[in-house]
């Protein structure tokens, strides 16, 4: 049994920054990683998820050039740095094992004035 455990959201302007974490009980290295959201009303989207391989990334359109993921394999630990975050970004933030039925609980970020 895996676990997942994101933290790092909250309440942001319009413009800021935040950093969210996505913490394993497993041995990440062996997985590849992906961020995905659900705003309020919407289905879950893919956000970003990074290669257990070669570490390539992958970005929705959406934030591509604002978000950067990436993976401390020592740490067991994914992170989602967001930028230039907009109204359009609130949402509730999963951290998922790829190619399992593994999800953290979610954490909320919201982008409000």
């Known amino acids: 049994q895996v676990q997942l455990v994101e933290s790092g959201g909250g309440s942001v302007q319009p413009g800021g920054s935040l950093r969210l974490s996505c913490a394993t009980s497993?041995?990440?290295?062996?997985?590849?990683i992906g961020w995905f959201r659900q705003a309020p009303g919407k289905e879950r989207e893919a956000v970003s998820c990074i290669s257990s391989s070669d570490g390539k990334t992958w970005y929705a359109d959406s934030v591509k050039g604002r978000f950067t993921i990436s993976r401390d394999n020592a740490k067991n630990t994914v992170y989602l740095q967001m930028n230039s975050l907009i109204f359009e970004d609130t949402a509730v933030y999963y951290c998922?094992?790829?190619?399992?039925?593994?999800w953290g609980q979610g954490t909320q970020v919201t982008v409000s004035s």
């Open positions: 497993g041995r990440l290295h062996v997985y590849s």
């Open positions: 998922h094992l790829e190619g399992t039925d593994y």
